[in-house]
Nanobody
């Protein structure tokens, strides 16, 4: 059974940092791209970042480039999203996702989703 479990969300002030974690189980991780989507109130799900487990290729949405860093720990089967210089517009529920194959930005292509973790950035 595939499980993706996020943690690390919270309430912070603008300019602060947070690190999200996603613990994965039930997957042969070397075959999967892992990533993060977010959904703000009243909006659709937005691609944030992704990383391939095999060759560490990464992709970021333009609005987080230079502020967010995606990484993974093979030994712990865990993926991270380090978020620095947070802005109020980063407020959203953040979802950990997994898909077979290369990095893609379409939400419908990700077969596995975590339950989400709330990130709130106050101004």
């Amino acid at each position: 059974q595939v499980q993706l479990v996020e943690s690390g969300g919270g309430l912070v002030q603008a300019g602060d940092s947070l690190r999200l974690s996603c613990a994965a189980s039930g997957l042969t991780l070397s075959r999967y791209t892992m990533g993060w989507f977010r959904q703000a109130p009243g909006k659709g799900r937005e691609f944030v970042a992704a990383i391939t487990w095999s060759d560490i290729s990464t992709d970021y949405v333009d609005s987080v480039k230079g502020r967010f860093t995606i990484s993974r720990d093979n030994a712990k089967n865990t993926m991270y999203l380090q978020m620095n210089s947070l802005k109020p517009e980063d407020t959203a529920v953040y979802y950990c996702v997994a898909a077979l194959g290369r990095i893609i930005r379409q939400a419908v292509k990700y077969a596995y989703w975590g339950q989400g973790t709330q990130v709130t950035v106050s101004s």
